[in-house]
């Protein structure tokens, strides 16, 4: 569910194992959900539905500050959303990650496939210019599909790649 990648771990040899989603046992440790017999293919991971996935997204972005700091990220984070999750998610992630001394700065995009744009990739890029995010800046994807995929693209490609978070609901 909660997945970081930072620019440090893309250089030299890359060993696609190294990079796998990982999810965010009730201890707090990572624990990699890679599938043993395919260790160059992530698997997706997702909770089962209803009450369980409900509550492990709520106790996810109610640990995001202090998650995010383990993972050493510091400094802005651009939380990268829609206003359908935006109603939902954007204020408790705020929060949170104001909580442990993180400046958010939310970037909200319209819904729908149809935006998945370079006018909606290029809010982003104006929003961290705006906001003079740096090498060590974030973004935080707060939503999947296009929202993912857009704040993972503006992430990868920002100042030659800058730390990204997936926070899929």
């Known amino acids: 569910w909660l997945l970081i990648k930072h620019r440090d771990e893309w250089s030299g040899d890359l060993d696609i194992t190294e990079f796998?989603?990982?999810?965010?046992?009730?201890?707090?440790?990572f624990e990699d959900i890679l599938a043993e017999d395919t260790p160059a293919v992530w698997q997706s991971h997702r909770p089962a539905k209803g009450g369980e996935a409900g509550e492990m997204l709520a106790?996810?972005?109610?640990r995001a500050g202090q998650l995010m700091q383990q993972a050493g990220l510091l400094g802005k984070v651009a939380i990268v959303t829609n206003p359908t999750v935006a109603q939902l998610y954007l204020d408790p992630i705020h929060g949170a990650l104001s909580q442990a001394g993180f400046e958010t700065t939310p970037v909200l995009l319209p819904d729908g496939e149809e935006h998945k744009t370079l006018k909606s990739l290029s809010t982003i890029y104006d929003r961290?210019?705006?906001e003079r995010?740096?090498?060590k800046s974030?973004?935080?994807a707060l939503g999947g599909g296009v929202i993912g995929d857009l704040a993972g693209?503006?992430?990868?490609?920002?100042?030659?790649?800058?730390?990204?978070v997936q926070v899929p609901t």
């Open 128 to 130: 961290l210019v705006a």
């Open 138 to 140: 974030c973004v935080l």
């Open 20 to 29: 796998a989603p990982r999810s965010v046992k009730s201890d707090g440790d």
């Open 133 to 135: 995010f740096e090498r």
């Open 59 to 62: 106790e996810i972005i109610e």
């Open 153 to 164: 693209f503006a992430a990868a490609t920002y100042l030659r790649g800058i730390p990204y």
